[in-house]
Structures are given as C-alpha cells and as structure tokens.
C-alpha cells in the first residue's frame, strides 16, 4: 500500500482492477482505494505479470502493507506464487517467526511465561505515524492496544489519549470512549474525513517546521501582454492561463535555488533532483488535494497548461492516481483569482517550501522614467523551513522569479 499523503495511515481497497495471470504494464491501474482524499487508483510501479493478490475488498491496509504479489517478466507467475503462498504458510512446529505487526511469535509447545513475554514485547498493531507521536507524548500503545479491539491504532486514537490524560482520569479509558461515540456502522462525511485529513497534516507542519516568511510584489504586465498576444490566434481550448505561466517561471527558479526543493526527512535535508510541483486544488464538495505535476521543470509552456488541465480535472471528478499524490517536492498554492492579495501557507511535510500565487491586480509601480504608473502586479510569499534554508535563500528564489517572469517567454 503506497502512502498518498503526509499522514496517511491506511486505506481502504476499493476493487481490484486486476487478476492473478494478467500481465500489466507499468503505470497500468491495478487497484482502487479510498482514502480520505477520495478514490484513488493506485498503479503499478513496474510492468510484469500479477502472481498472487494479498488482500480483498472491503479491507483496511495500512501503509507499507503488501497487497499483492508481481512476477517479473522473466519469471512464471505461477511458480512465484506457489513459492511465496509457501513462504506464507508456517508449520505448527516452526521455530520463532515474525508476525504482521513485525513481532517474534512463540511456537505452541512454550510455556505460558514465554508466550505472555512474547506479548509483551510485541508491537502493537499501529501507524508509522501513530507510533511516532506515541513516543513523543509518553503514550503506552500497549494500554491502547487494549482497547482497540484489534483495529489498527491511529494518530487519531493517540492524539485522542493524550487529550483525554491532559484534562485528567484515564487516558485509555477516555480515548476508547471517545473512539466508540460515531454509532456502530456510521462514518464521518467525506468532508469531514478530508478536513481531518488537512488538519492532521497542517498540525504535524505547525508542530515540526520552524517557519519563515518572504514575500515580494512582481510586476508582469509585460509577462501578461506577450501571454495575450500568444493566445490571441489560438482556438479557446488552446489557449494558455497565466497559471501555467507562472507555475513554469517557479519551476524553473527552484532550479537556480535547489535547497527549496526536497524534503527534510531523518533531520537531514534530501535536495531532489528533479522538481515535482504539488499543485492546491479545490474540491468543489469542500477540501483540497495536492495533485503532483512531474519533471515541472521540463514543461513547456503548452505542457505546463495541459498537465494542470489533466490533475485539476481528475481531482474534481474524483479519479486521482497514485502516482498524482506522489513525489512532489514542492507545493504551489495559487489563489489569484480569489480575491486574497497574499498566502502566506504552512509547508506540507515533509517538504521544505510552500510558493503562495496571490491576486492579479493593477497597482501602482514607479516607473523607468520615475512617474508612477497602473501596471499589474501579482504577490508572491515563500514559506520556508528553517532546518533546509533561510530567509537570504527564499529572497533569493523572490528575485530568481522575478527575474523569469520579466522575461517569459511564451514560444515553444
């Protein structure tokens, strides 16, 4: 189960799109998921031919979690899985193995005092992020566990915990109350699953990122009027938005400061060496995803527009990819046709920047010739974290882009 987002924890498996014996190519979707974000066609990473699938509809896998098994395109699929189902079926008498939860089990014949040492010391079944918060806030996973009635702990459950220990009595105790008060078989709304979503991603940004903020105001009325004059010839469905315009000019000045591009991972710095840019998109039922538009800075300007086109259009009527809410490497959030002048945003984790596009509007601008004159202008704000960078590297990035938009270009 790949991961779709800062914090996701699991997924649940939708349908399988394919079957053991069919040969897929890479790219080609193999499963759909729903995720907080929605439905999610997950693809595959690599061609071959599908040996085994590990998990049924209607489950819920946590991420890092196999759910099927592939046959390189050299192999027989068959034997692959013959070898892997072997591999999965343990004998009674075996020695010691490692459970899902990655736990040495103990074979039957111990004793009580082994098997009640084994459990333990066993990993309680719980999210990569769950278990992290766990450790930060002193939380006894085991003591969850309890109460879990087997289901998978959550950062959720552990935020919960914490709360419910922080106003006082038991901390279990509180948090399983408050696990069990949605009605048996009920839901949240999308909606409010999304807005759980955002909120857990933004608090974890909050919590972890030391920000800092720049911001400058950049004039592109010549940008805007060589824009026009591109479009002016070209049938509607042809012609570009200063969107694109603008995601090309910040794609191309991450190349000239690399240190904003990546992500903070292990408390170092990890540059990419490409740039994927994670674009905000609303949702038209409420909430936003972040769908990633890849090799941003190979796009030409004609590119730029149809790759916006494609993620904002699949994002709205719902059939996202996984590859469209992976690997980006820095999130652009463009609220210039909204009416709010600035964006000053928080980094989604675990990247190190956020560009905020605000509003294009006719202000004021001293001239060549020192006359003020109308001219448009868009503002501009950089987040930065401080761990990869600091202020003089995000003044540098304003003035990089800046520079680009002076001169951009709208040939091929």
Not at 4 to 20: C, I, K, N, Q, T
Not at 54 to 71: C, D, F, K, S, Y
Not at 282 to 288: A, C, D, K, W
Not at 363 to 375: L, S
């Amino acid at each position: 189960m790949p991961t779709l987002g800062a914090d996701m924890e699991d997924a649940l498996l939708l349908e399988w799109r394919v079957a053991p014996g069919d040969a897929v190519a890479r790219g080609a979707v193999a499963c759909v998921v729903e995720t907080q974000k929605g439905a999610i066609d997950v693809e595959n990473w690599e061609a071959g031919t599908i040996a085994r699938l590990l998990a049924q509809p209607g489950e819920r896998i946590a991420v890092g979690t196999p759910i099927a098994v592939l046959a390189q395109e050299e192999e027989d699929w068959q034997s692959v899985a013959a070898e892997h189902e072997a591999k999965a079926t343990v004998p009674p008498a075996a020695a010691a193995s490692t459970d899902r939860a990655g736990a040495a089990s103990v074979p039957p014949a111990a004793g009580p005092a082994a098997r009640a040492a084994a459990a333990a010391t066993r990993v309680p079944r719980s999210s990569p992020a769950a278990r992290r918060r766990a450790a930060e806030l002193g939380i006894d996973l085991q003591a969850l566990a309890a109460r879990s009635d087997g289901e998978i702990i959550s950062l959720a459950d552990v935020e919960a915990a914490a709360s419910a220990g922080a106003a006082g009595g038991s901390a279990v105790e509180k948090a399983g109350a408050a696990a069990a008060e949605p009605a048996a078989g009920t839901s949240p709304p999308a909606e409010d699953s999304m807005r759980t979503a955002i909120a857990a991603a933004m608090s974890r940004s909050n919590r972890e990122i030391p920000h800092y903020h720049v911001s400058a105001e950049i004039d592109i009325d010549a940008a805007w009027r060589r824009l026009e004059a591109y479009n002016r010839d070209r049938p509607i469905a042809q012609r570009v938005l200063f969107a694109a315009l603008a995601m090309q000019a910040v794609a191309g000045a991450l190349r000239d400061v690399p240190e904003l591009n990546g992500r903070y991972v292990d408390g170092a710095l990890h540059r990419a060496t490409s740039v994927h840019v994670g674009v905000v998109t609303s949702l038209r039922g409420g909430g936003v995803v972040i769908p990633t538009v890849h090799d941003a800075d190979r796009l030409s300007l004609s590119g730029w527009m149809e790759a916006l086109r494609e993620v904002v259009t699949r994002a709205r009527q719902g059939r996202l990819r996984s590859s469209d809410l992976a690997d980006s490497t820095i999130t652009v959030t463009n609220l210039s046709d909204s009416g709010a002048d600035d964006v000053h945003g928080l980094i989604y984790p675990p990247q190190v920047a956020l560009v905020g596009l605000g509003r294009i509007a006719p202000r004021p601008v001293v001239g060549d010739d020192g006359e003020i004159v109308a001219r448009r202008t868009i503002r501009v704000t950089l987040a930065g974290d401080h761990r990869a960078s600091d202020g003089l590297a995000g003044a540098r990035f304003l003035s990089a882009l800046r520079e680009r938009l002076g001169r951009a270009e709208t040939t091929e």
